[in-house]
């Protein structure tokens, strides 16, 4: 057991896609803390709107334009020589919709950027794979319990989840492949996501629901939003050798709302 990292070895070499969102950012800097080699996927908005540090190799690529996508993979693959880390962040909800109203071109969108990407990650990724090495996606509670108006949304994640254990099966004892799934998180996510309109560490959200977003907050055992970095720990706890013997779960992250 090495109880002086919580997260990958020192030098580990990490492909990071949505790591300029507030969950992915946050993890990106303990991966950098943690000394790694970090090189960020994220749509061109993203880059603009929450620049990266020195140090992290920077990629515009948006991930519905799938051929590009691809070639990013491995193009940045054959500069590590092999990724230790690959972690699928990238994620959208772009409106609340009841099923009977749901809008299915936006239906397709969400599982394009949520689900369709995170496939492409693990098929064109696990061949770049270094042996011992993590796959991490990350979900949400919602994909587990859903609630009305998350509907495309939740079944993309519920999905995701199911992704995880198809390819755990898969890819082990090679790799590991986990997800995290969030519970709400203070991030840009809330009011339209990093990149397209949304304010970073959005804490006002909850106050601007009124008598909806004390309703959201008495759900939670913990009693508060999800601080990035409250996620990212458990993200990094999955990305390193100190989880080395778990493989094919979805670990809830959510103050204790989903339990299960
Ligand atoms: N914030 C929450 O309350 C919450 C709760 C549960 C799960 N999650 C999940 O956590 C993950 C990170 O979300 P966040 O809260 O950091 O939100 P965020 O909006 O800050 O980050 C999402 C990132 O995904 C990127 N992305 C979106 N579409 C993309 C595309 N087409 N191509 C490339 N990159 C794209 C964005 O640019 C952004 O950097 C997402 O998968 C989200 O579904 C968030």
């Not at 803390?33 to 020195?54: M, W």
């Not at 064109?124 to 495309?152: K, N, R, Y």
């Not at 601080?227 to 778990?246: E, H, R, T």
């Amino acid at each position: 057991m090495d109880t002086t990292t919580l997260g990958p070895a020192k030098g580990a070499k990490a492909l990071v896609i949505g790591g300029c969102g507030g969950i992915g950012r946050a993890y990106v800097d303990g991966l950098l803390l943690a000394g790694c080699e970090v090189a960020v996927i994220d749509r061109p908005s993203a880059h603009q709107a929450a620049p990266l540090p020195p140090g992290v190799t920077v990629i515009a690529c948006d991930v519905t334009d799938e051929a590009a996508f691809t070639r990013a993979i491995a193009q940045q693959a054959a500069k590590f020589g092999a990724f230790d880390v690959l972690a699928h962040v990238a994620g959208i909800n772009p409106s609340q919709t009841r099923i009977a109203e749901l809008d299915l071109e936006e239906y397709e969108r969400v599982m394009q950027v949520n689900l369709r990407s995170a496939i492409v990650t693990a098929k064109e990724g696990l061949p770049h794979m270094a042996e011992g090495g993590a796959i991490l996606f990350v979900s949400s509670g919602l994909g587990a319990q859903p609630e009305p108006t998350f509907g495309s949304y939740a079944m993309s994640k519920a999905a995701l989840n199911s992704l995880v254990k198809t390819l755990a099966k898969e890819a082990a004892p090679k790799v590991r492949v986990n997800a995290v799934a969030p519970g709400l998180a203070a991030t840009a996510f809330l009011t339209g996501g990093t990149g397209a309109g949304g304010q970073a560490g959005s804490l006002g959200y909850i106050d601007d629901l009124g008598e909806l977003g004390a309703r959201l907050i008495a759900a939670i055992p913990m009693g508060r939003l999800a601080d990035p970095v409250d996620i990212a720990g458990p993200m990094l706890f999955l990305s390193g050798p100190n989880s080395a013997y778990m493989t094919g779960q979805t670990l809830f992250v959510g103050g204790g709302k989903v339990m299960l």
